[in-house]
């Protein structure tokens, strides 16, 4: 019995964990390089991550993506 109800608590955690996830992720703004320069920050490279990244302005430290 024991066995059974902390499968069902750890299924029932996962799942609500699984319902909230992409709802913070969608939350989260897309920075492109456009969207940068027109909050007033510079687009740069970052080298040692081999990202581009946002610096300054509205989205500073954001990391630009490709949409």
Do not use: H
């Amino acid at each position: 019995m024991r066995t059974r109800l902390l499968g069902f608590t750890a299924a029932f955690v996962l799942a609500a964990l699984g319902a909230t996830i992409p709802v913070a992720q969608a939350a989260v703004p897309a920075v492109t390089g456009p969207v940068c320069v027109e909050g007033n920050g510079t687009v740069e490279y970052d080298s040692t991550a081999g990202q581009w990244i946002c610096l300054g302005g509205d989205y500073g430290g954001e990391l630009i993506t490709k949409t």
